[in-house]
């Protein structure tokens, strides 16, 4: 177990150190100057060359990311052009803010969607399992920002139970901030359900059909029994791979939501950098959101490894 | 047919009591969109306290779609039981309500499936797989059923069990996993046990270590036994009574030796000649001669005798008309074909012609 943990985390710097090279790389391909777009309507050469200086853009492309890697390790992933504040700093302050939406909606997305795939593969063919193909149809089908507005309209300004938005940090007050990120997460955790219960049924049904589940029956297990302890856990790998894919666009922000429910999240931060050619952001937010992504991979790696007897023994 | 040859009004047994189990006209068919696979047509048979019965036939038979049926264990649907009863000491388990259906299952009559690979759950270690059925109709405690599940697998012939029980599927080879399948199968002292394929996964001295196993447990246990294989060597070895099925129904049946002896269905002596003569000398056994022709297309089975079409003994009537399972004459008592023709006779001329 350790040893395959270790091994797995060995495989991890590698990945990271050549995600952080292609972030790099790729970022130099986007259009535009930011020392120009920095430099204010008269574009005075000399204020551009200075920008130019001071953030290192006249060198060679190898030099600037020895630059700013090294500053990464140090925790100073450089300085937003823009909002002239160091980029550590903001993802700091708005990744918690993505994670809690992360999690929340990854929550609610396996409660709807994971129960409701398991029905539908054991009523296979009956009304449940119609029932939950529509319902599952039905958010695969209702694009996020538009439920968002349905539901915004129907809480907040009809019921007026929830805010319709404005986000409250929870050190400040839980209660606000449930309230206010109930909805935006069941928006994003609505459509991923709906995929969750798809793979659900879909390895249900394979482990439903399998020998082994015949051998329960034949032991005399009643049905729950024989899904509980037979079926569960073998069709929980395609969902769990799922989860983990799922998760990681989770966290590198869900930018049509997040603006719909006005929430300072990663979304709204990616893509002012961009706009604004703010690097530095850019850069720092895509390596963070890759780290994560790894990361999860890995946790995905452990959990397979919890459920599949075999890997854990080789 | 007289009422005494008829199957479905068994002779009891020599001891006088009630057949264990008793198949009456058991029918069983798959229904897709388009069409229906009539699987099991008709089967009708009983079997006694402690006997073995050993059923052949050819793949597609509906060999295992009827003992799985008996306990309505075929996915239903697309599966459905089109008639007949089953008779397990006196209930018919086609009718039982679901509650009492999962006691026998496990309880009074174990399974042991073909292919120990898929058949055991790959994420569940061997010793709970044993210990279910210990808990579910013994009722016993954890710790009970831990140490019960030690000395089945020492009873099988694991060695090691104390240790390996708490090993997971893969960690064992085929034939030690059968072992496991057989131990749950015997685990609660069936009065029944049905091995459908237990050995055909297996090499030859495996297989053979497998039944004398069997064998040995039956002493012990004093179960009945369905064993059901392809192989009628296997069946020569184990069983007290063969029958031999083919497109759903019972073509012949009998004590082993009568019906190996004295074949009285056409079918059954193809499937004797494809045997090789296990007596001769290595070289000078006799070719394997396969019965020629596949068998009929399920979904649309003929209206007489399903084998006529392969059977070159084939009278005009058995292409029109289902012969039923009676005891033909001159066969030895409790010897039962289903034939028009009559095969001694037709042989017996062949040779001297
Ligand atoms: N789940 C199923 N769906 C449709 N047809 C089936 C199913 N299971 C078995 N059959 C059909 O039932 C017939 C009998 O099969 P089976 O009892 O498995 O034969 P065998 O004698 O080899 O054990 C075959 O024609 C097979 O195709
Ligand atoms: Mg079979």
Redesign the interface.
């Known amino acids: 177990m350790l040893r395959f943990f270790l091994k797995r985390l060995a495989t991890i710097i590698p990945t990271v150190i050549l995600a952080s090279m292609i972030i790099f790389a790729l970022q130099q391909l986007l259009p535009g100057d930011p020392a120009i777009a920095l430099s204010g309507e008269e574009k005075d050469p000399e204020v551009v060359a200075f920008i130019r200086e001071k953030y290192h853009l006249n060198d060679p492309l190898p030099v600037r990311y020895a630059y700013w890697i090294g500053g990464v390790l140090h925790g100073d992933m450089g300085e937003s052009i823009r909002l002239q504040q160091p980029v550590a700093q903001l993802i700091v302050a708005k990744f918690p803010v993505t994670l809690q939406l992360a999690v929340m909606a990854m929550a609610i997305a396996v409660l709807i969607g994971v129960p409701m795939g398991v029905l539908s593969a054991v009523y296979n063919g009956k009304a449940m399992d119609y029932t939950a193909n529509v319902i599952a149809l039905w958010g695969l089908s209702t694009p996020n920002f538009w439920l968002g507005i349905m539901l915004i309209l129907l809480f907040s300004v009809q019921l007026g139970w929830l805010p319709a938005s404005g986000y409250v940090p929870p050190t400040e007050n839980l209660w606000e901030n449930l309230r206010a990120m109930i909805l935006p997460a069941f928006v994003l955790g609505n459509s991923i359900a709906a995929v969750m219960m798809r793979h659900t049924r879909a390895a249900m049904l394979q482990v439903l059909s399998s020998d082994y589940v015949r051998t329960a029956r034949a032991k005399g297990l009643s049905p729950r029994a024989v899904i509980v302890r037979h079926c569960l856990r073998n069709a929980s790998v395609p969902v769990i791979t799922l989860g983990a894919l799922e998760f990681g666009a989770l966290l590198s922000g869900a930018l049509l939501t997040e603006q719909v429910f006005s929430i300072p999240g990663f979304g709204k931060l990616m893509v002012d950098a961009v706009f604004n050619r703010d690097y530095a952001v850019v850069q720092g937010v895509v390596l963070c959101t890759a780290t994560t992504y790894i990361l999860l991979n890995l946790i995905a790696d452990l959990a397979y490894f919890l459920v599949n007897p075999k890997l854990r023994r080789s | 047919m007289s009422d005494l040859s008829s199957p479905s009004s068994p002779a009891p047994s020599p001891t006088g009591k009630p057949p264990l189990l008793e198949v009456r006209d058991l029918k069983v068919e798959f229904a897709d969109a388009d069409s229906v696979v009539h699987a099991v047509n008709g089967v009708s048979y009983t079997l006694n306290e402690g006997e073995t019965l050993g059923i052949v036939g050819e793949s597609g038979s509906g060999k295992s779609v009827h003992v799985?049926a008996m306990?309505r264990?075929i996915?239903m649907?697309p599966g459905r039981l089109a008639g007949g009863q089953v008779l397990f000491e006196g209930r018919d388990l086609l009718t039982l309500s679901d509650a009492e259906l999962?006691?026998?299952?496990?309880?009074s009559i174990g399974?042991v499936?073909q292919?120990p690979m898929?058949?055991?759950?790959?994420?569940?270690?061997v010793g709970r797989q044993i210990m279910?059925?210990l808990q579910?109709?013994l009722g016993m405690g954890a710790d009970a059923a831990r140490k019960r599940a030690v000395e089945l697998m020492d009873m099988v012939r694991l060695p090691d069990a104390a240790r390996r029980i708490d090993q997971?599927p893969?960690?064992f080879s085929g034939g030690q996993r059968q072992r496991i399948?057989i131990a749950?199968g015997l685990s609660c002292r069936p009065k029944l046990l049905i091995a459908d394929e237990a050995t055909t996964a297996l090499d030859v001295t495996v297989q053979a270590d497998v039944i004398e196993l069997v064998k040995e447990l039956k002493r012990e246990i004093g179960m009945a036994v369905i064993w059901i294989t392809h192989d009628l060597g296997v069946v020569a070895g184990i069983a007290d009574t063969v029958q031999v099925m083919y497109a759903g129904r019972v073509m012949e049946r009998g004590p082993v030796d009568d019906v190996f002896r004295d074949p009285r269905s056409a079918y059954t002596l193809g499937l004797l000649r494809s045997l090789p003569d296990l007596s001769a000398p290595i070289g000078q056994r006799r070719r394997l001669t396969q019965i020629d022709g596949a068998p009929p297309d399920m979904r649309a089975p003929p209206p007489g005798d399903p084998f006529a079409p392969r059977n070159r003994y084939a009278t005009p009537r058995c292409f029109t008309e289902q012969p039923p399972l009676v005891q033909p004459p001159g066969a030895a008592p409790g010897h039962l074909a289903a034939a028009w023709y009559d095969l001694p006779a037709l042989i017996a001329a062949e040779t001297t012609p």
């Open positions: 799985l306990l264990l996915p649907p999962r006691k026998v299952r496990g309880g399974f499936f292919d898929s058949s055991l759950n790959p994420s569940m270690t279910e059925p579910l109709h997971f893969h960690e399948m749950m």
